[in-house]
């Protein structure tokens, strides 16, 4: 399998070439074409109660698994939100991922859906995180909503839970106030954020879907009736 990511950064979209046989597993929606000899099958992963449990995490409660029939195959991908999208090769310790940001992935790669805090519930950014893991080597493909910087965690880093893709398994982390107290918190308009401990990588988005989404909501006139 080999992906290709073009149009960076604001409107990213992956073409990910199958040998024959070769499989890619993807969100619902996430394909924008593909080739003739593409077969897509699409199905509940895990079965009904694991697919429950994804959907609860943000993600859909079905995938599409795309094979390359009869020679070499091409499937486009691109996120929901503009922005950029990156490859991440799969290692021993995996990933976390913030539920929206995840795409597809290599079929042997197992998405979990883990509890990111109770804290988050109030910032309207869920309250599950994905935990991605593979026993063997694989790619995972994630989106964001703008540009992604890919921040090094050496002891400790602060990140506001709205920019977060994804970060290193190796990292410890807790979701909580901003500033002090809740008050200053919400005065300081940077709501929750998450602490990272350890050694590993982080990745960010440059911009927040939820304080975009707010204030184009401003901005719009106000519904009759």
């Not at 009904?48 to 079905?62: A, H, Q, V």
């Not at 539920?99 to 042997?108: D, E, G, H, K, L």
């Not at 998405?111 to 988050?120: A, Q």
């Not at 940077?190 to 989404?213: A, D, K, M």
Request: glycine content about 14%; overall charge negative; some cysteine.
């Amino acid at each position: 399998m080999h992906i290709e990511v073009g149009y960076r950064p604001s409107q990213a979209m992956a073409k990910v070439v199958l040998g024959p046989g070769e499989q890619i597993r993807a969100e619902s929606g996430a394909m924008v074409g593909m080739s003739t000899n593409i077969h897509m099958e699409t199905q509940a992963q895990g079965g009904i109660m694991k697919g429950l449990k994804r959907m609860f995490g943000g993600e859909s409660f079905f995938q599409n698994t795309f094979t390359a029939q009869g020679g070499q195959g091409e499937v486009l991908l691109a996120h929901t939100l503009c922005g950029d999208i990156v490859t991440l090769d799969m290692n021993p310790n995996g990933y976390f991922v913030q539920s929206s940001s995840y795409i597809a992935s290599s079929p042997w790669v197992n998405i979990d859906t883990k509890v990111g805090g109770f804290k988050s519930f109030f910032a309207g950014e869920g309250v599950f995180v994905l935990q991605a893991t593979a026993q063997q080597p694989g790619q995972m493909l994630v989106g964001a909503f703008g540009g992604i910087q890919e921040l090094q965690c050496d002891g400790n880093l602060v990140i506001d839970t709205g920019h977060l893709v994804a970060w290193d398994a190796t990292l410890n982390y807790t979701v909580g106030k901003s500033a002090n107290g809740w008050m200053a918190s919400w005065l300081s308009g940077e709501g929750l954020v998450c602490h990272f401990e350890g050694q590993g990588r982080i990745w960010i988005q440059t911009r927040n879907p939820n304080e975009y989404g707010s204030a184009i909501a401003a901005l719009l006139p106000p519904r009759e009736g």
